[in-house]
């Protein structure tokens, strides 16, 4: 069975920093797309970053180009998410998903973990 156990979460202030993790099991993900999306109150979910497991290739969204960087542990089957110069904005439910067909479809998910900004 198909896990993936986002952790990390948390109450941030605004200009700090947070780092997710999303480790995978029961299936191996060494050549998969893994993603972090979101989803803010009221708002419909989007695409944070993306990374190609064995190529370490990453994708942004514009709003957290420079300031969020995601890397991956292939070792400990693991996605990171690192947020620094956190804002208001980036408050939200933080999904990780995996797309194992590469073909654009994420259909493995996780529970997600809350991220919220204020001061």
């Known amino acids: 069975q198909v896990q993936l156990e986002e952790s990390g979460g948390g109450l941030v202030q605004p200009g700090g920093s947070l780092r997710l993790s999303c480790a995978a099991s029961g ?3 060494s050549s998969a797309i893994m993603a972090w999306f979101r989803q803010a109150p009221g708002k419909e979910r989007e ?6 497991r064995n190529s370490g290739f990453t994708s942004y969204m ?3 180009k420079g300031r969020f960087t995601i ?8 996605v990171y998410l690192q947020m620094n110069s956190l804002k208001d904005e980036d408050t939200a439910v933080y999904y990780c998903a995996v797309d194992s067909n590469l073909d654009g ?3 493995y998910w ?8 204020s001061s």
């Open 27 to 29: 299936r191996d993900f």
């Open 110 to 117: 996780g529970q997600g973990t809350q991220v919220t900004v």
């Open 62 to 64: 514009d709003s957290v």
């Open 105 to 107: 479809t994420y259909r």
């Open 47 to 52: 695409f944070v970053a993306r990374i190609i």
């Open 71 to 78: 890397s991956r542990d292939n070792a400990r089957n693991t």
